[in-house]
């Protein structure tokens, strides 16, 4: 069971919690929680940690902002006591869940589970700092933003749960955005790579991380909602999505899901020479300066010499970007370079895809009827997306949810 | 170097703390620093583990409690590191500071020094979040309210520093409470012996066990304050007071300073049959019932078969104990039990005392002339001790600090 911050927000939201874990054990499970900081308590950390020193050692900043996770941790195991049930609380280091030496955004190298499954296995709950391990310099290690998903899931593969649930402020994985399309449809389950695709491109319920780690570890991952009742909830039918191998899903969607993401810019240049390399001397550089490139489409033109190179990169990196490539002009040596602010990425997910042809087409012709406009279009085995200005975002998302027969 | 929780209370202290230790630095001394929680922050933890549940593991309330210190050490590494000094932060269970199971209030049992020595000589100041341990369990053990400056005695004396400096509200030790004697001098060195009992009887600069350790382990320890500009500072004459081995201080006087404790309650059995095991059928219970007894008069009624027992206890313990004594009524068989509460007891402390008789008479004189009644008497060989009744609490002070020249 995994909480977030704003389900550990105070003492009462805690108390909560420790009811949804009383309700797991009560009925016959063994039980892991991992938790996130108090609703705002990492925020403050990282601002003093901002305030004392902008630049600072990653290690330290460590040190300061693991201490949220140690604190919740403590509270929802003396919650649970209160409450008649066993457990204890468990720091990154006292497992040790032992990572990398990449402070600050560690990734998780092993989980020492025989400690936890000797206790989890004698009826005690485990009550986990979520966001944190310990690096090779035996120094408390953060797992980035929103490393609790990711702690969660690799506790869980570490200690071979039957299955991860991730508590949040939603009650699973939806079709498309309700809050765009108010029809759109709770999936029952979503395989791992379609989630990846999805928590990728926009939809904000899991860490992409996470969803890497359960897909390649194999652990059932289960979205759920932290606001409901805890004892009005039926454990054997709890409502949420599931996010598991494909091998799980008997009727397999051709697609499943629409994502979307806003703040895309794109960028042009037009008759760059086609001649080995090319690719290297407009990527590399960006690279080099951490912009993150995604669309790319290449043109042949004409003649076959020359090629057009369209990419696209977020709105906020495009002065950056322009720059990068016009320090580069020489050595790239294109005619010219555009740039367009205000996309958007709109993405059609689904495994079904990998055996339906034409899925593509079907998308062109619903936006094409309402007059929407396609500046890019990119596809892989279980998605294709498609680059639109940005002011028809809504209307694109609620056309392709329809047209592919997600609305309730 | 220590600093407390009003020293780190915000970022700008913590700064100011930076150059305190970057002065030591450059005037090339070697540093290791115990750092408490930011004002106010344990008060906040403290009050959520009460909140969450009334009675509480302890091990959980460490591991919550311990957070302030993490934090308050990770940003003075991170102030230090900005003004160019190389730090680090160590928690208690890096070093690893050893301490036993009693968790809440647990003491020190050993410090592996060698990292923590290996790491200052090459230059680097450790930045030691103080109140906490390990326990034998692998969990973290905090030392009890206060223990930040025992935490850095205990390092002091496990690295073998020349000097552990208390940076605090006050710049030293006064010969009386200033508040009380305006004409109070700040001692330039005092004895252990004599600051434990000072201490423990009222001067409220440091804590009790950290003098104690620091008598056991000869550490000598100076107090100073954390208000003065950092940079004003001449680091070769610093302004504090020394408490040293008392063969470090030439000039022995035979009163070194007035302590005062209020809010004392006395208690007295009249008539207790005059027999063996008699204390303990008396203070056994009291001390079950977790009552600090302390100044203790016996005295033989005519007979000599009957005595009258007289002690104090604190005032708010008096109705405890008094219920106490009538539950033994039967095995003691006193004859009455009267008590009073609102009185103060005056200590005259100097390690001279031992070589020069008489001492006490001088205070008897000096307070008989101001009419203020003397309840009980307890000695011993650095120190007496007088109760009277607490209105006359600061009449008392002025007028012993004055009879033994301790005016400035």
């Given at each position: 069971m995994k909480f977030g911050g704003t389900s550990v927000a105070d003492i009462e939201r805690i108390r909560v919690v420790a009811r949804h874990v009383k309700r797991e054990v009560d009925a016959g499970n063994e039980v892991a929680v991992v938790v996130s900081a108090m609703s705002g308590k990492t925020n403050e950390l990282v601002s003093w940690t901002k305030e004392i020193a902008p630049m600072h050692d990653a290690r330290e900043y460590d040190a300061v902002v693991a201490s949220g996770e140690q604190v919740t941790s403590g509270l929802l195991a003396m919650g649970l006591q209160h409450i008649g049930v066993d457990a204890r609380s468990w720091q990154g280091w006292q497992i040790p869940l032992k990572t990398d030496s990449s402070h600050g955004a560690a990734r998780i190298e092993d989980v020492d589970s025989d400690l936890l499954i000797e206790r989890i296995s004698g009826g005690q709950v485990a009550v986990i700092a979520g966001f944190q391990g310990i690096g090779?310099?035996?120094?408390?290690?953060?797992?980035?933003?929103?490393?609790?998903?990711?702690?969660?899931?690799?506790?869980?593969?570490?200690?071979?749960?039957?299955?991860?649930?991730?508590?949040?402020?939603?009650?699973?994985?939806?079709?498309?955005?309700?809050?765009?399309?108010?029809?759109?449809?709770?999936?029952?389950?979503?395989?791992?790579?379609?989630?990846?695709?999805?928590?990728?491109?926009?939809?904000?319920?899991?860490?992409?991380?996470?969803?890497?780690?359960?897909?390649?570890?194999?652990?059932?991952?289960?979205?759920?909602?932290?606001?409901?009742?805890?004892?009005?909830?039926?454990?054997?039918?709890?409502?949420?999505?599931?996010?598991?191998?494909?091998?799980?899903?008997?009727?397999?969607?051709?697609?499943?899901?629409?994502?979307?993401?806003?703040?895309?810019?794109?960028?042009?240049?037009?008759?760059?020479?086609?001649?080995?390399?090319?690719?290297?001397?407009?990527?590399?550089?960006?690279?080099?300066?951490?912009?993150?490139?995604?669309?790319?489409?290449?043109?042949?033109?004409?003649?076959?010499?020359?090629?057009?190179?369209?990419?696209?990169?977020?709105?906020?990196?495009?002065?950056?970007?322009?720059?990068v490539l016009e320090d580069e002009r020489d050595d790239i040596s294109f005619e010219a370079l555009q740039s367009d602010t205000g996309l958007a990425k709109i993405s059609v997910i689904g495994i079904g895809m990998r055996s339906h042809a034409g899925v593509a087409s079907t998308a062109f012709a619903a936006l094409a009827d309402k007059n929407i406009n396609i500046r890019a279009i990119t596809t892989s085995e279980i998605k294709f997306s498609l680059l639109i200005d940005a002011d028809y975002t809504e209307l694109a998302v609620r056309t392709l949810h329809a047209v592919y027969g997600l609305n309730q």
């Open positions: 090779p310099d035996n120094r408390i290690a953060t797992l980035g933003r929103g490393g609790s998903d990711t702690s969660a899931v690799a506790i869980a593969a570490a200690i071979g749960a039957d299955r991860c649930d991730i508590y949040t402020d939603v009650d699973g994985v939806y079709t498309t955005d309700p809050r765009i399309e108010p029809r759109a449809r709770r999936m029952e389950k979503i395989s791992f790579e379609e989630m990846l695709e999805m928590a990728s491109l926009g939809a904000k319920v899991l860490q992409v991380r996470s969803v890497e780690m359960a897909m390649i570890h194999g652990v059932r991952t289960f979205v759920r909602s932290s606001f409901d009742e805890p004892e009005s909830i039926n454990t054997q039918q709890a409502v949420g999505t599931l996010i598991c191998d494909e091998d799980e899903i008997l009727e397999k969607e051709v697609v499943t899901g629409i994502a979307y993401t806003k703040d895309e810019a794109q960028i042009s240049l037009r008759r760059v020479p086609d001649r080995p390399g090319i690719s290297a001397s407009i990527f590399g550089p960006l690279a080099d300066s951490h912009i993150n490139v995604d669309m790319i489409v290449q043109s042949v033109s004409e003649d076959g010499s020359k090629t057009d190179m369209t990419f696209t990169v977020p709105n906020g990196d495009v002065e950056k970007a322009v720059k």
